[in-house]
């Protein structure tokens, strides 16, 4: 029948831009270390989102990236693989830094990098917020940390206090840059940013792209790749 006859050429087709499609989403085609891979597959990771197959290439060449997308598209991933692929787990210092706008949101990225982080042992990730004493914070630091994730003012009053010190970090997220901005931070990330080595990567994610954060990223980004995501999956 005539059905038939156009069958192959169509199938043929399909099947092409099928297996590009999954080529190109899949987390097994980035250079990723193959305990963070297996995890991601436990943890039902099957395929990037959209804002991470666009932004991780770019992250685990060790790019400063921008990252624009809405809530829900899977960002914490995208900066989370990143600094814990590079992460140099014999090191015992802060590596990398993400600052958030609330403790909410600090705490939810924090407990979403352990669960990245499930298959590296031995990893410490530290939450630094307002709002909490000061005590236990400085124990902590004391003891030491891998990550560090907090918000701008506390982190910025540990840095005052050199009870946390950033000299060997390699790592700079700004999650919700946008919000972070909003809420008066601007002073804080720039005496953060003043207080750490010049020579290193720097991502910043945000829902939106109002003026201040090209102005933030012109000051503490170099070069950086542009990646927009309009829908959420
Ligand atoms: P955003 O920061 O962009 O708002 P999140 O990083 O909080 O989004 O991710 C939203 C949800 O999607 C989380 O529950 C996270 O576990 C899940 N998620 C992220 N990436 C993937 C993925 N590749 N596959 C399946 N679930 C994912
Ligand atoms: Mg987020």
Known sequence: SRGEESTPATHRSYTIQRNFTLSAT???SLSLHPGLLQNLSTLGYHSMTPIQ???LPS???GKDVIAQGK?????TAAF???????LDIKRFCVQALVLCPTRELA????????RLARAIHNIKVLTLCGGMPFGPQIGSLEHGAHIVVGTPGRVEEHLRKGTLVLDQLHTLV????????EMGFQAALDAIVEKMPAQRQTLLFSATYPNQIQSIAERVMLNPVMVKVESSH
Do not use: C, H, P, Y
């Open 53 to 55: 197959a666009q932004s």
């Open 26 to 28: 899949a987390f097994s």
């Open 107 to 114: 705490d939810q990225v924090a407990k979403e990098i352990r």
């Open 80 to 86: 989370g693989l990143g600094l814990l692929n590079k």
């Open 59 to 61: 992250i685990l060449a």
């Open 174 to 181: 700004l999650d919700e840059a946008d919000r972070m901005l």
């Open 71 to 75: 809530t829900g598209s899977g960002k």
